[in-house]
């Protein structure tokens, strides 16, 4: 019971940390479509080329969500190590799983309406260009190993702010990565092999990106993916992710507490 509240509590309190911060919400959902519209104008010479914008739009939209997802949750807790609550809650019944868990469900929530919107603008160009957005139910399967492998790195990150507090530059270092050698926005079978190799082995969504792109553009299955290292890696890889999340999570938990730096920063 207390596990549930904790969890239902901390839910609510990122939605209403959402809706207190609409107007912040509704400039990124602008924001981040001309940012996509942009970067296709850039790599199609001041033309919305047709060829572009379809592939480019499927790692926007996964980079946007890792984006606003990782944020979200990075800095809703650092915010608690700062005012001072997250020591408190460590003094209550409350385990922590509850509390983490609860603040990744309502970031992957609240990352929702930017990704939708940046989906919903590429939809549109791509209709003006005279082609549809193609959609075939497999590619749940990249999306949901895109969601759970990004909830994995955000436990990391939140593990590592326990222990060495300024981390801040490590988020948006670790987005401009993705969005340069993750496959984001161009195939990691046209990049150097050792940065294709990395990419795909620690980018939460690298074999998303790939999949999808398999699935929607090249019309394969799930089952015979011609890039990237398959069905069974698009699978294992958020697992492992997440796996060392959890570890690294609780080992550098244990190690605040017993140096009592929780509300230090």
């Known amino acids: 019971m207390t ?11 990122g939605l209403l940390n959402l809706l207190a911060g609409r107007r912040e919400t509704v400039i990124q959902m602008i924001t981040f479509p001309l940012f996509y519209l942009l970067i296709v104008l850039f790599m199609g010479r001041g033309q919305l080329r047709a ?3 379809l592939p480019v ?3 926007m939209v996964a980079l946007t969500f890792i984006h606003e997802q990782v944020n979200r949750v990075f800095w809703s807790y650092l915010g608690d ?9 460590y003094l209550t019944p409350l385990p922590s799983a509850a509390s983490i868990l609860g603040r990744q469900v309502a970031a992957v929530i609240a990352a929702l309406p930017t990704a939708l919107a940046v989906l919903v603008t590429g939809a549109a160009a791509v209709t003006v260009q005279g082609a549809r957005l193609p959609f075939d139910a497999q590619v749940i399967v990249p999306l949901a190993s895109i969601v759970l492998g990004t909830c994995g790195l955000a436990l990391i990150l939140c593990g590592l702010t326990l222990v060495f507090k300024r981390i801040e530059i490590i988020t948006q270092l670790s987005v401009a990565v993705y969005a340069i050698a993750g496959g984001t926005l161009v195939p990691l079978a046209v990049m150097p092999d050792p940065i294709a190799f990395l990419s795909r082995l620690i980018v939460p969504i690298a074999p998303g990106i790939e999949a999808m792109r398999d699935i929607l553009l090249g019309g394969h299955s799930l089952t015979a993916l011609p890039t990237g290292w398959g069905l069974g890696w698009l699978l294992a890889q958020p697992l492992l992710i997440t796996a060392a999340g959890v ?16 509300g230090r920063y």
């Open 3 to 13: 596990f549930a509240r904790g969890f239902a509590a901390e839910v609510r309190k």
């Open 51 to 53: 060829d572009l914008l």
């Open 57 to 59: 739009l499927l790692g």
């Open 81 to 89: 190590i700062q005012s001072g609550v997250l020591e408190q809650t």
């Open 247 to 262: 570890l690294l999570f609780n080992r550098l938990e244990h190690l605040a507490r017993r140096r009592g730096t929780l």
